[in-house]
């Protein structure tokens, strides 16, 4: 008859338990590390974000400002809120709360997270005294600083007269 033979291997490559609990003991010290790192760093992008999100609603406001201003056949300035009416009838207002500004328009409503301080009109000549503007200062706080923001609108000849008028 047949004869079983068994053979018995003298070894087995493997771990032992020692050399297993080293190197879990090597990763959950990485592991611990590289979330404190990613910690660090995801607060840091947050302060990034909100810095820069002062910024570009502050350069949003000047350039929308500054936009209006320019294409707008006339403005107008009550106690916290500024008015453009255009050339073909369009309207747009700039209405100010505590802590941040309004851009109503016909097609959207944008939001500046500007706090306003304090706003002024004033009506200024050029040095020749040959031009009239409107002139408005906004004093603003952006980033816990407190600036100012001038803005001037060219009064054409016409409007004064109508001015004169009524």
């Known amino acids: ?10 070894s087995i490559p493997a771990f032992s338990i020692i050399e297993a609990v080293v190197g879990m003991a090597i ?6 590390i590289l979330f ?15 810095q820069n999100q002062l910024v570009n609603d ?5 350039y929308s400002l500054n936009k209006d201003i320019f294409e707008k056949e006339k403005m107008t300035v ?15 207002s700039y209405q100010f709360t505590d802590d941040y500004i309004l851009r109503n328009s016909e097609t959207f ?3 500046f997270r500007i706090k306003l301080n304090s706003m002024r009109m004033d009506t200024v000549k050029s040095k020749s005294e040959q031009f009239v503007f409107q ?17 001037y609108k060219r009064v054409y000849p016409n409007e004064l007269l109508l001015s004169i008028k009524k």
């Open 78 to 92: 009550s106690e916290n809120e500024i008015y453009f009416n255009g050339y073909a009838g369009e309207k747009i």
């Open 58 to 62: 502050l350069n949003r406001l000047t």
């Open 109 to 111: 409503v944008d939001t």
């Open 1 to 10: 008859m047949f004869k079983i033979i068994r053979s018995c291997p003298k």
């Open 36 to 50: 404190v790192i990613f910690s660090i760093v995801t607060g840091r992008m947050l302060d990034f974000k909100n």
């Open 27 to 32: 990763t959950a010290i990485i592991m611990g």
């Open 135 to 151: 002139k408005i200062k906004l004093n603003i706080e952006s980033n816990e600083k407190e600036m100012d923001l001038r803005f």
